[in-house]
C-alpha cells in the first residue's frame, strides 16, 4: 500500500548519528537539573461528543460512529500571573501547548465543556504578551482551534518558565488544553505558517538551564495503573530492566519533526509477523492505541481471533484474553526490543449502559490496543506502557528499555549535554533506516525547509484527541 519512497536520502542522513545520551550524577554532588511531573491517565466524558467529527481520523478509512469516553494521560500546571490553572493533556506527536479561553464559543456553551480542563484569560494575566494572531492547528477533518500565540508564565509543580509560547484557541472545536512537547520544526507557527520556529516547553527548559539537555523520558507504567511519569532532563534508571539502546530518530520530509523510529522486527511469541522490516513508526503518547499495517495487524487478529469491526477501525478480542502470557516483540534495529504482554494489549470498556460488550456467544468483549494504521504506523500508548522512553530531541535519539512495571524505588540521572561514553545507554551499531512509512526526501517548494507534511494533512500532527473510545455497537451488544 505505502509507496517506495526517496528513502536514499534518509539513508544516508541516518548515518552520520551522534552518541547516545550521557547520563550522569551531577559533578558537585548536587540534585540532578531535572523536573519529575507525576501524570495522570484519566478516562473521561467528551463533552463534545456529538460532533463526532472532531475526532481524529487517522485515514480516510476509519469510520468513526462511536465514542464519548476516551482515556489520555494529562498533568496539572498553570500559565499567568496570578495563575490560571490547567489539565493539559501531554502529546509526544505535537509541538505546540495550547490551551481555551471562556470566550470561544465551545467553552461559553452552556455545558461549560472547558471547566474542566481549564480556560485562559489574557486579560487578567499580568505577565501576557501578544506574539501573533496566527496560531491555527487542525485536525485531519479540519476541526482544531485557532487565535493568538502569545506568550506567559508557565508554572508546573515548583518550576516556573518565564515566557513559555503558547496558542490560544479563540475559536475552537476541542474542549483539550494540550502539552505537545516535540520538535519546534512541528510548531504550527513552522510548518504552517512558515515563520521560524520558537523554543516550546522542553526546549525552552533546555535553552532556560533548568535542564542540561533537550530530553525527556517517559515512564507510563502499566495498563492497571493510572499514573506515569515524565521526567525532563533525566532518566529514572529505576523505571526500566536491562540496557537502554539508542536508536535514530528518523527524518520526515528531510528534518526531524516527528519522532518516527523504524521497527525491525515483529513476533508474537514464536510466530513472526515480519523479520525484516523497515518500518517508520511514529511515537505518539496522543494517540491510545497503536496502529500497524493493515497485512500485520490482519495476522495479528487471527492469531489472538479478533474480531475486526470495519465501521468503527476497532477490533474486539475476548476478555480472557487477558489472562495467557504470551507475548508480541517489536525489534528496532539491534539489539533494541520491547516486549508487549498480550495482557497489556486487552482494554476493558464499558458501554453507556455501564455493562461491558459482548460476543454473540455471551462472552465479554475488549477492545484489543491494535488497529490497522491505513496510512502512518503509530506506537501509541498500548506499546508506551510497555517501555521506558527516553526522547533525546537534542541528538534526534530514541532510548528505549523494558519498563519496570510498578516501581516505587526512583534512581534519577540527568542527562548531559553533549555525545560522552554513555554507561547506561548503549547507541544501536548499524541502526537501520526506514524505507517506508514516512515521507522521505526534502522539501520541494522553495523556502522554510519545514517539513512536508502539515497537521491538517497528514492527520497524525495535531494530538489525538482521538482514541480510547468507548463503544456501543449493535453487533456486539
Ligand atoms: C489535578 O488537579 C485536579 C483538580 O484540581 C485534581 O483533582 C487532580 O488530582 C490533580 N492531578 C494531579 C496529578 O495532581
Ligand atoms: C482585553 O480587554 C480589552 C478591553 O476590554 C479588550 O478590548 C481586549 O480584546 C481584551 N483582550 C483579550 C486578549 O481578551
Ligand atoms: C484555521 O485553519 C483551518 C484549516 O486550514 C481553516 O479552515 C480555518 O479557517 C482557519 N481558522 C482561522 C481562524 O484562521
Ligand atoms: C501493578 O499494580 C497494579 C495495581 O495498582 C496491579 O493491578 C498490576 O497487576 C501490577 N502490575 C504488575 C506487573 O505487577
Ligand atoms: C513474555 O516475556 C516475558 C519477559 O520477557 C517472559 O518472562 C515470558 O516468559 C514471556 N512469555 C512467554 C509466554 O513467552
Known sequence: MKPIQLFLIIAASAISTT?????????????????????????????VAHDRNRLRRRSGSIDVDIDNEQTLYFFNASLGT????????LDTGSSDLWV??????????????????????ANSSSTYEYVGSYFNISYADGSGAAGDYVTDTFRVGSTKIANLQFGVGYESTSDQG????????????????????????????????????????LWLNDLDSDTGTILFGGVDRAQYEGDLVSVPVEKNGGVYSDFFITLT??????TSLGDDLAL?????????????PDSITETIFEEVDAEYQESEGIAYVSCSLASESGNLTFKFSDPAEIVVPISELVIDILQV???RPSFNDGSDACMFGIAPASGTNVLGDTFLRSAFVVFDLANNEISLAQSNFNVTKTDIVEITSGGNSVPSATAAENPVSAESGIASGVETEAGSGAAVVSPSSSGMVWVGVVTLVLVFVGSLA
Open 353 to 355: 449502559t455501564g455493562r
Open 178 to 217: 494540550v502539552l505537545g512537547i516535540g520538535y519546534n520544526a512541528n510548531e504550527v507557527q513552522d510548518d504552517v505558517v512558515g515563520k521560524s520556529t520558537y523554543n516550546n516547553l522542553p526546549a525552552k527548559m533546555a535553552a532556560d538551564g533548568l535542564i542540561a539537555s533537550n530530553a525527556y523520558s
Open 82 to 89: 496570578p495563575k490560571q490553572s490547567f489539565r493539559l493533556h
Open 280 to 292: 517508520a513508526v511514529l511515537l505518539d503518547t496522543g494517540s491510545s492505541l497503536t496502529y500497524l
Open 19 to 47: 552518541g547516545a545520551i550521557s547520563l550522569h550524577k551531577r559533578q558537585d554532588g548536587g540534585d540532578p537539573r531535572v523536573l519529575s511531573l507525576g501524570l495522570q491517565r484519566s478516562r473521561i466524558q467528551d463533552p
Open 265 to 270: 522486527g515483529l513476533s508474537l511469541g514464536s
Open 100 to 121: 481555551n479561553t471562556l470566550d470561544s464559543e465551545l467553552c461559553s456553551a452552556a455545558s461549560n465543556a472547558c471547566a474542566e480542563t481549564g480556560t485562559y484569560d
